[in-house]
């Protein structure tokens, strides 16, 4: 049984940083690709960052790039997002998932989803 658990979210302020964190279980650290999305209330949920299996490949969405950085350590079967100089715009539940891709994260279905952690910016 796979078990996906995000931690990590919080209530910051403009400019602050947060770093969460994606526990994996039941799957394989060597076999899949990892993501990262969100979504605000009222809003779809949208792709923010993906990291493939050994960590080689990653890709974010435009309006994060150079301020968040997607990590794994698959020795313990865990994903990071780094989220620095955060905005209020950033303010949303964050999920991570496991991808059967390698390759267009944005587009991949989502094979697992955990339950999320939620992240708000104050301006």
């Known amino acids: 049984q796979v078990h996906l658990a995000e931690s990590g979210g919080g209530l910051v302020q403009t400019g602050e940083s947060l770093r969460l964190s994606c526990a994996a279980s039941?799957?394989?650290?060597?076999?899949?690709?990892i993501a990262w999305f969100r979504q605000a209330p009222g809003k779809d949920r949208e792709y923010v960052a993906g990291?493939?299996?050994?960590?080689?490949?990653?890709d974010y969405m435009d309006s994060v790039k150079g301020r968040f950085t997607i990590t794994r350590d698959t020795s313990k079967n865990t994903a990071y997002l780094q989220m620095n100089n955060l905005k209020s715009e950033d303010s949303a539940d964050y999920y991570c998932?496991?991808?059967?891709?390698?390759?267009?994260?944005?587009?991949?279905?989502?094979?697992?989803w955990g339950t999320g952690t939620l992240v708000s910016v104050s301006s």
């Open positions: 039941g799957v394989s650290a060597s076999s899949y690709t």
């Open positions: 990291i493939g299996w050994r960590g080689e490949r990653t």
């Open positions: 998932a496991v991808l059967p891709c390698r390759t267009n994260y944005a587009r991949c279905p989502v094979e697992y």
